[in-house]
Structure formats: structure tokens, C-alpha cells
């Protein structure tokens, strides 16, 4: 079982940054694959960014390429997604998950967090 708890979102102008944290719990945070997923108001969930348990491969969507950045620390269990340039589109409620595998696809995502508002205002 993980538990997952994102942090960091907030308000935020055009071209600034923020870097949102997903705390989890459970011994076995480490032998996950975690990813980054957004929902957009009237939108359907889409895949941000993934990376593996070991965080020696990522994966991002077109949309935040060289924009964003996906990191882990497994000794404070914790992910990260730094992100830069946010545009108005980057408007969304963010959610962290863990997977077996590493996954653009949302459903093999077994533990979702509540989810930590990001808005960009232009």
C-alpha cells in the first residue's frame, strides 16, 4: 500500500516556475515507477511525465518537454516535478501516482494522490 501526498501548487504568472513534491508513504516507494498526471477543468486526465523506480529513465508528454523535469529521492521518498516557463495552458489539478512499470497510461497507475492545484495566470 502507498500513500501519496502532493504539495507545491499554487498561483503563478506566465514564464515563472514552480516545483511540486509528492511525499508517499510505505516501505515500498522505491520499487515503484512514479508519474505525473494533470486535469484541466472541462479536460480529461493526461499524462505529464513518469519515471522509474530508480529514476535512471523518464518519459514526458510533448506539451512539457524541456520544460519540465521529473526526479525522485528514494532515501526521503519523495517525487518531484520541477517546472519552468509555465504557460496558461499548464493550468490544472496535478496528481502524482505509482506504478509497477514505468507508463504514460494512467490506468496502470495503482496509487493516485489527492492532487495539488497549479494555476498560470497571463
Known amino acids: 500500500q502507498v500513500q501519496l501526498v502532493e504539495s507545491g501548487g499554487g498561483l503563478v504568472q506566465a514564464g515563472g516556475s514552480l516545483r511540486l513534491s509528492c511525499a508517499a508513504s510505505?516501505?515500498?516507494?522505491?520499487?515503484?515507477?512514479m508519474g505525473w498526471f494533470r486535469q484541466a477543468p472541462g479536460k480529461e486526465r493526461e499524462f505529464v511525465a513518469t519515471?522509474?523506480?530508480?529514476?535512471?529513465?523518464?518519459n514526458y508528454a510533448d506539451s512539457v518537454k524541456g520544460r519540465f523535469t521529473i526526479s525522485r529521492d528514494n532515501a526521503k521518498n519523495t517525487v518531484y516535478l520541477q517546472m519552468i516557463s509555465l504557460k496558461p495552458a499548464d493550468t490544472a489539478v496535478y496528481y502524482c501516482?505509482?506504478?509497477?512499470?514505468?507508463?504514460?497510461?494512467?490506468?496502470?497507475?495503482?496509487?493516485w494522490g489527492q492532487g495539488t492545484q497549479v494555476t498560470v495566470s497571463s
Open positions: 501516482a505509482a506504478a509497477p512499470h514505468l507508463s504514460a497510461y494512467a490506468p496502470l497507475y495503482n496509487y
Open positions: 519515471i522509474s523506480w530508480s529514476g535512471g529513465s523518464t
Open positions: 510505505g516501505r515500498t516507494f522505491s520499487s515503484y515507477a
